[in-house]
T-cell receptor, first 117, second 111 residues
Framework: GAGVSQTPSNKVTEKGKYVELRCDPI?????LYWYRQSLGQGPEFLIY????????DSGLPNDRFFAVRPEGSVSTLKIQRTERGDSAVYLC???????????????FGEGSRLTVL | TQLLEQSPQFLSIQEGENLTVYCNSS?????LQWYRQEPGEGPVLLVT?????EVKKLKRLTFQFGDARKDSSLHITAAQPGDTGLYLC???????????FGTGTRLTIIP
C-alpha cells in the first residue's frame, strides 16, 4: 500500500488477555518504530527496528511488551497479560532514515486503539 | 532521559489571529521536527530544523530552532480553521535514531 497500515484499528480486550497489533510499513523502509500515545499527549517511544533487529527497545515499559519484525518488513507488537493502564493508541511509523542519521521523516499509520476493560 | 515540554498545552483563538507555540528542553538536540496530528490519524511532518538559529517558513507557519539547539518555536500568522490540530515537536540526536516527542499543544481556531 501507499502508506503505513495498522491492524486492527480498534481492539477491546479484557484485563489479563494477550493482544497482537500489526504494522505493515511503507515498502522499502528499513526503519520501523512503535510509539504509544495517551489521549491528548505526545507519542511515547517504545521500540525501534532497523531491518530485522531491534536497534533500541529502551521504551518498552516492562517484559509484558515484545515486538518482532522477522523479515524486515511487517512488525507485530505483542502485549501479554494486558492491564487497564495499557489502554492507549499504539502508533507505528516507518522511515527511510538510515542508521547514524538524525534526520528523515517518519510516516505514521493511523494507529491501533487498544482498550483494556 | 531527554524531555521536551511544549507550551501552551491548549490554545483556542479566533480565526485571523497570530499565535506562537513553544518547545523547550534542558537537553541539546541535533535536529528537531514539528508534526501536526488530527483526530484519528497519525502525526504528519511539517518541518525539520538542524542548525542552531535556523528559521524555516512554510506558508503562514514560521519555525525557529534556538541558537543552543535546546528549544524551538512555531509561529502561525493569520490562523485559519484548517490549522486546528495537535502540534508536536520531536527531537533526535546523531547516532540515536529514536525520536523523542514533546507533550503537545492542542490548537483550536474558531471561525
Amino acid at each position: 500500500g501507499a502508506g503505513v497500515s495498522q491492524t486492527p484499528s480498534n481492539k477491546v480486550t479484557e484485563k489479563g488477555k494477550y493482544v497482537e497489533l500489526r504494522c505493515d510499513p511503507i515498502s522499502g523502509h528499513t526503519a520501523l518504530y512503535w510509539y504509544r500515545q495517551s489521549l491528548g499527549q505526545g507519542p511515547e517511544f517504545l521500540i525501534y527496528f532497523q531491518g530485522t533487529g531491534a536497534a533500541d527497545d529502551s521504551g518498552l515499559p516492562n517484559d509484558r511488551f515484545f515486538a518482532v519484525r522477522p523479515e524486515g518488513s511487517v512488525s507485530t507488537l505483542k502485549i501479554q497479560r494486558t492491564e487497564r493502564g495499557d489502554s492507549a493508541v499504539y502508533l507505528c511509523a516507518s522511515s527511510s532514515r538510515l542508521a547514524d542519521s538524525n534526520t528523515g521523516e517518519l510516516f505514521f499509520g493511523e494507529g491501533s486503539r487498544l482498550t483494556v476493560l | 532521559t531527554q524531555l521536551l515540554e511544549q507550551s501552551p498545552q491548549f490554545l483556542s483563538i479566533q480565526e485571523g489571529e497570530n499565535l506562537t507555540v513553544y518547545c523547550n528542553s534542558s537537553s541539546v538536540f541535533s535536529s528537531l521536527q514539528w508534526y501536526r496530528q488530527e483526530p484519528g490519524e497519525g502525526p504528519v511532518l511539517l518541518v525539520t530544523v538542524v542548525t542552531g538559529g535556523e528559521v524555516k517558513k512554510l506558508k503562514r507557519l514560521t519555525f525557529q530552532f534556538g541558537d543552543a539547539r535546546k528549544d524551538s518555536s512555531l509561529h502561525i500568522t493569520a490562523a485559519q480553521p484548517g490549522d486546528t490540530g495537535l502540534y508536536l515537536c520531536a527531537g533526535s540526536n546523531f547516532g540515536n535514531e529514536k525520536l523523542t516527542f514533546g507533550t503537545g499543544t492542542r490548537l483550536t481556531i474558531i471561525p
